[in-house]
């Protein structure tokens, strides 16, 4: 048997997986409270409900992620306060962010958090924290194709320059 073949929970986490958690969960905060800036300026109901979505989501990681720093006894990162809520007409036109602006950088979010998600599973030498974030990951993906849904059926998606093969094929 080796030194880290027991319970991965009796395990101690390397600093790798701290700086990872940690981190996830600084931004996580930092993005909820964006997010909740970002419903303020929205206009679209679809897109307001997917924001909703992406903020409970990150809370309930972040639920997990406090929990498993407090267990290992790492302090936790700040969290901002809740932004409150505010009537998207009281919001001047040239301040506001528009439902476009706002559904692309979710997504770029989304993406973003895929990657990191990656980047902590490669890195765990416990099989927990890793399993955990395969879990966030799949929940990632499948709130990225709701993303992607909504972008192309509002007209939303720009993409990048479309490659048709020269015999006519795409």
Partial sequence: MGILSGNPKDEPMH???????????????????GY???????????????????IQGMKNENQQLQELLKTNGIGLPPTPPDRPNANLEDIPVGARFTDPEISASVSKDVA???VSCSQVI???IRE????????F??????????MLKLN?????????????????DC
């Fill in 15 to 33: 600093y790798g997986e701290v700086f990872g958690i940690w981190s996830h969960l600084l931004t996580n905060n930092g993005f909820i409270a």
């Fill in 137 to 146: 990951h799949l929940a990632k993906a499948q709130f990225g194709a709701k």
């Fill in 36 to 54: 909740q800036s970002y419903i303020n300026n929205t206009g679209d109901q679809d897109l307001k409900k997917l924001i909703e979505e992406a």
């Fill in 128 to 135: 927990d924290i890793a399993m955990m974030y395969g879990q």
């Fill in 122 to 124: 490669g890195q765990c």
């Fill in 152 to 168: 192309k059926e509002k007209g939303w998606l720009i993409p990048p320059p479309l490659h048709f093969n020269k015999t006519g």
């Fill in 112 to 114: 973003t958090g895929l």
